[in-house]
């Protein structure tokens, strides 16, 4: 498990320096800030859900507090950047009010095949008394995960969502 | 959340810089990615319904045989919300509708704010959890210091804005 474990954390390390030398290089603005602002925004809403997960198994230099790590909080980044930077090059023209649910939809997509492959690969649990709640016993097709493991998703995705959409607002339009 | 209004003092920027254009398909490698992105988009789209559903399914249950046990809850939340509601106001005349998301960021954080004071775990709801347990000292510091971090951001720009 530790090599595996070891590639994981380096491969969303390398997703990140990738993501943010794209983004530099195509000369999209303030990506260093966006990313921060990202960063800030799930690491705020891991840490207030933090005894519902259990995150097992990283390496020890990946822990900040607890069981939390920042691999993993820029392995969120990651999905989040990817689903906005997708949505807004191919449905740019839309509202942003559209574009909100198409992120939404983007970042599920993502995130739930994510959540499988890291309680396949060990370093992802639930907490026991959030076990106890997951008693229907039906399991989603293919990724063998409990249904009620995703009733969290829309929610957290919203709110990260919208706390880095409103962020970088307030500070594109600071006077 | 409204994030589709037209701000009188600036509005959301694109993510996209000035010099790539919006939905460019013309090569194959563009079909190849919108494709993809449309893939990727229709599978959320199967994985939302789930929580859809249950939420909109457990509410109903919630309100149906609940409600003597959920009362004070939205009695509480109600409460909090008109106090927000006419506090906003009242300081800010001229609310800019930019602050429409702090106050939904505000008033999801008294939620679960609210929700770590109640035992919510006997009802037989899937989406019910024992939030006490789920909120020790520090989380609850950080939803504590989030509230105010959004209420001292909304309010001060408000005011600034408002000379």
Redesign the interface.
């Given at each position: 498990m530790g090599i595996g474990v070891l590639i994981y954390e380096l491969s969303i390390i390398a997703t990140t320096i990738i993501l943010w030398l794209f983004m530099t290089k195509?000369?999209?603005?303030n990506v260093t800030r966006?990313f921060i602002i990202l960063f800030v925004g799930v690491i705020?809403f891991e840490?207030?859900?933090?005894?519902?997960w259990l995150n097992t198994g990283f390496d020890s230099w990946a822990y900040i507090y607890g069981d939390i790590t920042w691999v993993l909080t820029l392995g969120w980044v990651n999905a989040f950047m990817l689903a906005?930077?997708?949505?807004?090059?191919?449905?740019?023209?839309l509202?942003?009010?559209k574009k909100?649910f198409?992120y939404?939809?983007?970042?599920?997509?993502?995130v739930?095949p994510a959540e499988a492959f890291m309680i396949s690969l060990g370093v992802r649990g639930y907490a026991e008394?959030?076990l106890?709640?997951?008693?229907?016993g039906i399991v989603?097709p293919v990724l063998y995960l409990p249904?009620?493991s995703?009733?969290a998703?829309?929610i957290f995705c919203a709110?990260i969502l919208?706390?880095y959409?409103?962020i970088?607002?307030?500070v594109?339009?600071?006077? | 959340?409204?994030?589709?209004v037209r701000?009188p003092?600036?509005q959301?920027?694109?993510?996209?810089?000035?010099?790539?254009k919006?939905?460019r398909?013309d090569s194959s490698s563009g079909k190849f990615?919108?494709a993809l992105?449309k893939i990727?988009?229709t599978?959320?789209?199967i994985?939302?319904i789930?929580?859809?559903i249950?939420?909109v399914f457990c509410l109903g249950v919630l309100l149906i045989f609940s409600l003597g046990v959920t009362i004070p809850i939205l009695k509480v939340m109600g409460t909090g919300t008109i106090f927000l509601t006419g506090f906003t106001i009242m300081n800010n005349k001229g609310i800019s509708k930019?602050y429409t998301?702090?106050l939904?960021?505000l008033l999801?954080f008294s939620a679960?704010f609210l929700a770590g004071q109640y035992d919510v775990?006997s009802l037989n709801c899937?989406?019910?959890?024992?939030y006490n347990?789920?909120?020790?000292t520090?989380?609850f510091f950080?939803?504590i210091i989030?509230f105010l971090g959004f209420f001292y951001?909304g309010f001060i720009?408000i005011k600034k804005s408002r000379k």
């Open positions: 195509k000369g999209y603005k966006k705020l840490i207030i859900s933090e005894p519902m906005i930077l997708g949505v807004d090059y191919f449905y740019g023209e509202s942003e009010k909100f198409l939404l939809l983007f970042i599920s997509a993502l739930i008394f959030l106890e709640t997951m008693r229907s989603i249904l009620e995703i009733y998703v829309p709110l919208s706390f959409k409103y970088n607002y307030l594109d339009n600071r006077k | 959340m409204s994030l589709e701000y003092s600036g959301f920027r694109s993510e996209l810089p000035s010099n790539v919006s939905n398909t990615f919108k992105v990727i988009l599978i959320g789209a994985i939302m789930i929580p859809i249950v939420i930019k998301p702090l939904v960021f999801i679960l775990q899937p989406l019910h959890t024992n347990q789920m909120m020790p520090l989380q950080v939803s989030g951001n720009l």
